[in-house]
């Protein structure tokens, strides 16, 4: 069976520092990745997916970016964060294109102090 | 054009009851609906879907109904139990270069009492 897992769970981190979120996906291959923001209360806003290494595609290019250096590993990173950047940080991961059902990871909790 | 609209933003319904949550969409290139049920500091959890060829579909106390004509579909939660207070999501996805994305409604928070 797949599984998808994210670390670390939480983190506070001060404005200006950088960031690193990992995902990692079990028991498949050639998944589609994605890299969801979810503000308290909100719904979920989809920030890059990706699918194939090296490939990434940006829905929000504001202060993030994404990698993916590995066929199941997924890296969303920062070079200074903002307040903003605060949030419920959910990658999630789908069987390329010959399904439709896409499934989230336990997500991490990110407080910009 | 790409948005999914979902109402209402919050419910509350006695233990036993019918939960409704409606979505409404405008792009007709949205090929599969989903629902997901989020609980606090979780992640959302794939709990119904339907593609646009099928007008309702049924799994175990949850229904989808969907209404292609009227670009609309909505989850029906029978008998709710307190057990099923959380945040409900709808979406649809959309085909995208090499892949698919999913756009997400505002969600709906369900309050059932016991």
């Given at each position: 069976s797949q599984t998808i897992h994210q670390w670390p769970a939480t983190?506070?981190?001060?404005?200006?520092?950088?960031?690193?979120?990992?995902?990692?996906?079990?028991?498949?291959?050639?998944?589609?990745?994605?890299?969801?923001?979810q503000a308290a209360g909100r719904g979920l806003q989809l920030l890059f997916y990706s699918v194939g290494i090296g490939q990434i595609s940006s829905e929000v290019p504001q202060n993030l970016s994404a990698s993916r250096p590995q066929d199941r590993q997924f890296i969303l990173s920062s070079k200074k964060l903002l307040l903003s950047d605060s949030g419920f940080y959910l990658c999630a991961w789908k069987k390329?294109?010959?399904?439709?059902?896409?499934?989230?990871?336990?997500?991490?909790?990110?407080?910009?102090? | 054009q790409q948005q999914v609209k979902q109402s209402p933003q919050s419910l509350i319904v006695q233990k036993g009851g019918i939960s409704i949550i409606n979505c409404a969409y405008?792009?007709?290139?949205?090929?599969?609906?989903?629902?997901?049920?989020q609980f606090p500091g979780k992640g959302p959890a794939l709990l119904i879907a339907?593609?646009?060829?099928?007008?309702?579909?049924?799994?175990?106390?949850?229904?989808?109904?969907?209404?292609?004509?009227?670009?609309?579909?909505?989850l029906h939660i029978m008998d709710s139990q307190p057990?099923?207070?959380?945040?409900?999501?709808?979406?649809a996805s959309i085909r995208v270069d090499s892949s698919y994305k999913l756009i997400f409604g505002s969600g709906t928070r369900l309050l059932v009492r016991p």
């Open positions: 983190l506070v981190q001060p404005v200006g520092s950088p960031l690193s979120l990992e995902c990692t996906v079990e028991g498949t291959s050639n998944p589609n990745l994605y890299w969801y923001r390329g294109l010959v399904s439709y059902e896409q499934y989230f990871g336990p997500g991490t909790r990110l407080t910009v102090t | 405008e792009n007709t290139a949205f090929d599969y609906f989903p629902w997901y049920q339907i593609r646009p060829d099928v007008s309702e579909k049924k799994e175990g106390r949850f229904t989808i109904s969907f209404n292609k004509s009227a670009k609309q579909f909505s057990g099923d207070s959380a945040t409900y999501f709808c979406a």
